[in-house]
């Protein structure tokens, strides 16, 4: 089936650092959304993007859509272990298509 | 309000043998999707329903079948089992194109 990717596919990190993850898209997209996946548990929407150049804040989370609405990015300030979880992009694509998701670990 | 229900939550199965998962959608949501979530192919998209229609289909051979009932409830149904249909089968609704998925808790579906 179709796939989008995202990188990394994995994340180590200390408790404290930053983590990014990317996605990307070969075509416009009219919205992104963002999906958190516990280990163990279900999808669990973030937040959605439509507007070119768009930034959202969620406490340490900060969503941006690209200038050309063909890529976004999801940044995490200081990670937690809470912060734990599978990342995934989901484009529009007449149905959503997630992405390959980015797995985070923390270490404590 | 509830969330998406999905029943049963796990569910051993014989190649050969097929399946009925279920999926009562949020009050008021009108759209449920289905997606397969394998470790090795991640979420892949099965089905889209909206009032009773199929609205969009993925890439999965016809052994995979949905409906919709008009409360909104849904089913999907796999034929013919084989060990690779082994997954998390997750349903998701939303009150329609643009808002957030909201996903239940799944069936993890085991062919032996």
């Known amino acids: 089936g179709q796939q989008v990717m995202q990188i990394p596919q994995y994340q180590h990190v200390q408790e404290g650092e930053d983590f990014t993850t990317y996605c990307n898209s070969s075509t416009t997209l009219s919205n992104i959304q963002w999906y958190k996946q516990r280990p163990g548990g279900h999808p669990v929407f973030l937040i959605q993007?439509?507007?070119?150049?768009e930034v959202k804040k969620q406490k340490r989370l900060t969503f941006q859509f690209g200038e050309a609405k063909k890529n976004s990015s999801l940044h995490i300030t200081a990670t937690q272990t809470t912060d734990v979880g599978t990342y995934f992009c989901?484009?529009?694509?007449?149905?959503?298509?997630f992405g390959t998701g980015t797995r985070l670990k923390v270490l404590a | 309000k509830a969330g998406v229900t999905q029943t049963p939550r796990y569910l051993i199965k014989t190649r050969g043998q097929q399946v009925t998962l279920s999926c009562s959608p949020i009050s008021g949501h009108r759209s449920v999707s289905w997606y397969q979530q394998t470790p090795g192919q991640g979420l892949q998209f099965l089905f889209e329903y909206f009032s009773e229609t199929q609205r969009n289909k993925g890439n999965f051979p016809g052994r995979f079948s949905g409906r919709q009932f008009s409360n909104s409830r849904s089913e999907m149904n796999v034929s013919t089992l084989e060990l690779g249909d082994s997954a998390l089968y997750l349903c998701a609704s939303s009150s329609g194109v643009g808002y957030g998925y909201t996903f239940g808790s799944g069936t993890r579906l085991t062919v032996v």
């Open positions: 993007l439509v507007k070119s150049g």
């Open positions: 989901a484009l529009l694509y007449f149905r959503y298509i």
